[in-house]
């Protein structure tokens, strides 16, 4: 059958939940993994309800109407970025059908694509190298779990207040180059960031998303300034935010993405513990 583009005002709430069995599916099969969706059902149409973005989906489906095919795209016209759902086909011509389907649809402005893959993907890491991605960064996916939390001791940390957001900025930025919440964003939002601070100096911080409704919490940016490094610091911004996450009784894990040895092994101190390689791609199709 032939491919559909459904853009945000085409989909409905059936749809998403067929979208999501048949991705939980594919993704629960770490050699078709895509990282920034789930693997169950339930989970990853919630994931898909949440997309703040605009987005689009082609969809192609089998002779007996079920989904055979997927690929979205969620962008960000701030920072010129498509996020790369997928994709999900069984061969490598229909993976680039429908990658051709939705990325017609990004606005012309949207330069940018990043893939976010299992670094067991094959079939991703192939469709990457046709179509111009650069070489693959690594990343890693760690947890840390409620019952770990007895043995950390408790750390209380305040939060950013207005004499500290230009130096929070100004570290925000340095960490996090083009990253897709920027310290402008961030600031914006108004939501809390707790801060490290040594007199009229900010030595690091750290922000949390929480997800009960997934029963678990992640930490989105941590970064410690470099005249603080190596002292103790980043271990403590990190510990508050479990203390904080767990909090809420309804969390009982802890997420996070790093691709900082340094900072893995510092994770990895507190008590994180590896789930998943992943494999990172970027290409600029400006021509």
């Known amino acids: 059958m032939g491919i559909v583009t459904l853009r945000r005002s085409d989909v409905s709430d059936a749809l998403l939940a067929e979208l999501g069995g048949f991705i939980a599916g594919r993704n629960a099969d770490r050699a078709q993994n895509i990282g920034y969706l789930g693997d169950e059902p339930a989970g990853v149409t919630a994931e898909l309800h949440e997309l703040e973005g605009d987005f689009t989906f082609a969809v192609t489906r089998s002779a007996d109407g079920g989904i055979a095919g997927t690929v979205g795209m969620e962008w960000d016209p701030e920072i010129g970025r498509a996020w790369i759902l997928g994709p999900w086909a069984d061969t490598p011509a229909l993976m680039d059908d429908l990658y051709a389907a939705v990325d017609a649809t990004v606005p012309g402005p949207i330069r940018e694509r990043e893939i976010f893959c299992d ?169």
């Open 119 to 287: 670094v067991t993907n094959a079939a991703v890491a192939a469709f990457a190298a046709r179509h111009g991605f650069g070489a693959p960064k690594s990343h890693a996916i760690l947890t840390f779990r409620r019952d770990s939390l007895a043995g950390l001791a408790p750390v209380t940390l305040p939060t950013l207040t207005p004499p500290f957001e230009g130096q929070f900025a100004a570290l925000h930025d340095s960490a996090f180059p083009g990253t897709y919440s920027p310290a402008a964003t961030l600031l914006a939002k108004g939501e809390p960031i707790w801060v490290e601070v040594s007199g009229t100096e900010l030595l690091g911080y750290v922000t949390l998303k929480l997800r009960p409704e997934h029963d678990d919490a992640q930490i989105e940016y941590v970064a410690v300034h470099e005249n603080a490094r190596g002292k103790g610091v980043g271990g403590r911004l990190v510990a508050a935010a479990l203390h904080l996450a767990f909090a809420d009784d309804r969390i009982t894990q802890m997420d996070l993405v790093t691709n900082n040895p340094v900072a893995r092994r510092l994770y990895e101190r507190v008590g994180f513990t590896l789930v998943q390689d992943m494999s990172s791609y970027r290409a600029d199709v400006s021509g």
